[in-house]
């Protein structure tokens, strides 16, 4: 143990409430408070993590609370840092990599791919790597082509490493101690549109998994399935929709690997339709993957074709009119939906 | 370039260390006899000629020290103590292996040693190293940690990223570059612009020397010396060990990159003639003494052999075991 690395106790008291309203920036940042409070293990180390207060503000006001021995602000080398988070995890802490955006993770890709994801395996099981990266993902911001890429669907298709997507106020609030008590690395997608959503944390919610999809809206019309950013405009196109008198489930992967393929089956079996919404391109995207499981699952309880909404096979523009052209959107997400129950109006 | 002095305390100590440099060699040429008959499969990568790095430094850190290797990285796995029965029969790809038979020759791996591999990416073992120090430093262990790479890990980003972070959080780290001279096939001056490491290592206000990597006594004293220092809280130290290697790159080097004059050359002042030279000219190693100790190396690998070819292989069923944690039995 460390007991030398850990804080004061009672040193910043918080003697407010937990608030049950929140926005997703605030739930991540009490997320990281809890985790650094409750295990001296603990720590939190990238890009302007620390006096910069987080690109995002995410971790504002740690370092004052929890020094800059456990609030590490990084060089810019990202091999480095990600390297040295697995090392101090086979070390023995319980290091919390933060990532300034999912775009510069491609910097430590080999730290990610062949040392953390695999050393367990290739060490016959005497490694593990109780690693958690925090990484802000996608677009939306009109920050052109190299700050907005989703590639949690990339991610998701290494072994070894398990990708959870908080979409919701109480995810952005639990699953990082989820994470964080998985002796696996873990890659937590923050989408970046969603720091400044507000929400309601569920009353007496104490923690949350990393292995199952939620179902956020139940319906029996049809399945909308998604993840992270893009929930949000699910609901968006629900509500829509049911005002059209179509009933859509929408489920909420949560984690991307594991996938749960028992709830996209359970939904998509219970609704017959289905449509994937995600913000990653979609040619080989998790998308094709969710697809391809309904297809080999439930294909003959299917009465359409399995529709897809996802991002245009570009590098994401700049400019607003073309990067919305790109991207997954309400309207795009209630047509999809009005194709696969036949109310798409040519019928 | 070497501590003055630098040589074998006693009779025991220069036998102790040719026994370790002899088993390493048996090791290695039975391996490449045994990659012939294909019994080891995958790449190999042997390490005849660089004995006196492994078994030098292995000898100057402590148990409790973690170890960081290559995937040329058989000599450091023996030389920390990881069982030659388990080594070889990892090279069979057999259950008993020490990675279960899912590393094969470029990844050993022994925890209850503090050997953490094994790795075939080159400098990707270096920011692990430095990671292993911060757990280190901020647990307030009195250990270090090892990182062993070569020449070629020079050029990487990863090797200029760790040394920066290790001597920015001085960590106590010590940085062993195995200077064989050629990345591959391509030797260091063909893609350095500045090929003394140690220089490189100093611009980020990391203590560095140059060594007789040849020489097992220079490297057990400056790695001895080195790591004192960073135990000491002097922050990371990096040593250039200059060393060649005898054998091929891989078993597919024709080696078009290098005389057989240059071989030929090293090989005279190869670890294991100087060191046995020097023993029997100090008078501390008889011919019997050599002898004894060359028939226990070859014994060893001849029991390490038999055992890798008896051990079971892992069951199919077991195929996708270890691919995450699993839960402690």
């Not at chain 1, 367990?120 to 790597?129: D, E, I």
């Not at chain 1, 009933?247 to 609704?271: K, N």
Request: hydrophobic residues 45%; aromatic residues 6%; contains cysteine.
């Amino acid at each position: 143990m460390i007991a030398s690395v850990r804080p004061e106790p009672g040193a910043t008291p918080s003697t407010r409430p937990a608030a049950v309203r929140q926005s997703y920036r605030d739930a991540v940042r009490e997320s990281l408070r809890d985790a650094l409070r409750a295990d001296p293990r603990v720590f939190l180390m990238g890009e302007d993590v620390g006096r910069y207060g987080g690109s995002y503000a995410v971790s504002k006001g740690l370092i004052e609370e929890f020094g800059p021995e456990r609030i590490r602000d990084t060089p810019l080398s990202e091999s480095a840092f990600v390297g040295a988070g697995i090392g101090a995890a086979l070390g023995g802490l319980r290091p919390i990599v933060e990532i300034m955006t999912v775009n510069f993770s491609l910097l430590a890709l080999d730290q990610i791919m062949n040392n953390a994801a695999s050393y367990c395996h290739m060490s016959g099981g005497q490694l593990a790597v109780p690693l958690v990266i925090r990484l802000a993902t996608g677009a939306g911001r009109q920050l052109a082509a190299q700050h907005s890429h989703s590639l949690e669907g990339w991610y998701a298709h290494i072994p070894g490493l398990r990708i959870a997507v908080p979409a919701t106020i109480d995810d952005a609030r639990f699953m990082l101690a989820a994470a964080l008590a998985c002796s696996d690395p873990v890659l937590l997608f923050e989408h970046a549109a969603l720091y400044n959503r507000e929400g309601d944390l569920t009353p007496g919610l104490t923690a949350v998994d990393i292995d199952h999809a939620a179902v956020r809206r139940p319906g029996r019309d049809a399945t909308v399935i998604t993840y992270g950013g893009s929930l949000p405009k699910c609901l968006d196109a629900a509500a829509s929709l049911a005002a059209e008198g179509i009933d859509v489930e929408v489920l909420d992967l949560r984690t991307l690997r594991p996938l749960d393929e028992a709830a996209i089956v359970a939904s998509v079996r219970h609704t017959s339709r289905a449509v994937i919404v995600d913000e990653g391109w979609r040619s080989g995207s998790l998308a094709a993957e969710v697809t391809t499981r309904i297809v080999e699952q439930v294909f003959y309880d299917l009465d359409a074709p399995v529709a897809r909404v996802c991002t245009a096979e570009v590098p994401i523009p700049y400019a607003k009119h073309l990067e919305d052209a790109a991207l997954p959107s309400p309207a795009r997400i209630v047509d999809a939906v009005r194709r696969v129950v036949g109310r798409d109006g040519d019928g | 370039m070497n501590a003055p002095g630098a040589g074998p305390t006693s009779r025991e100590h220069g036998l102790t260390v040719l026994g370790q440099m002899l088993r390493i060699r048996a090791f290695e040429d039975r391996c490449y006899q045994l990659y012939g008959e294909q019994k080891i499969r995958g790449f190999l990568h042997l390490y005849n000629g660089e004995e006196a790095v492994a078994v030098g430094a292995m000898r100057a850190l402590d148990a409790g020290d973690a170890i960081v290797a290559t995937y040329r990285e058989h000599g450091h796995a023996l030389a920390r103590g990881v069982p030659m029965d388990a080594v070889m029969a990892e090279l069979y790809g057999k259950q008993s292996g020490c990675s279960r038979g899912r590393g094969g020759s470029m990844h050993l791996f022994d925890v209850a040693k503090r050997f953490y591999g094994g790795n075939a990416i080159v400098a990707a073992g270096l920011p692990v190293a430095v990671g292993l120090a911060l757990a280190q430093k901020l647990r307030r262990e009195p250990t270090i940690t090892a990182c062993f790479f070569g020449d070629g890990a020079v050029a990487e980003g990863e090797f200029h990223e760790s040394l920066n972070l290790a001597a920015l959080w001085r960590l106590p780290v010590l940085f062993l570059c195995e200077n064989n001279r050629y990345a591959m096939g391509t030797a260091l001056d063909r893609t350095e612009a500045e090929t003394d490491i140690a220089a490189k290592a100093r611009g980020y206000r990391i203590e560095a020397a140059a060594v007789d990597g040849m020489d097992v006594f220079a490297v057990e004293a400056a790695v001895g010396r080195a790591a004192a220092a960073i135990r000491g809280g002097a922050g990371p130290g990096l040593l250039e060990l200059d060393t060649y290697r005898f054998r091929a790159h891989s078993m597919f080097d024709p080696q078009l990159y290098r005389d057989k004059a240059e071989v030929e050359a090293w090989q005279k002042k190869g670890p294991l003639i100087t060191l046995t030279t020097r023993l029997k000219a100090e008078g501390l190693m008889t011919e019997d003494d050599y002898r004894r100790l060359d028939a226990a190396a070859s014994a060893e690998v001849d029991a390490a052999v038999a055992f890798a070819e008896n051990a079971p292989w892992e069951p199919v069923a077991d195929l996708a075991r270890f691919v995450y944690a699993e839960p402690a039995a």
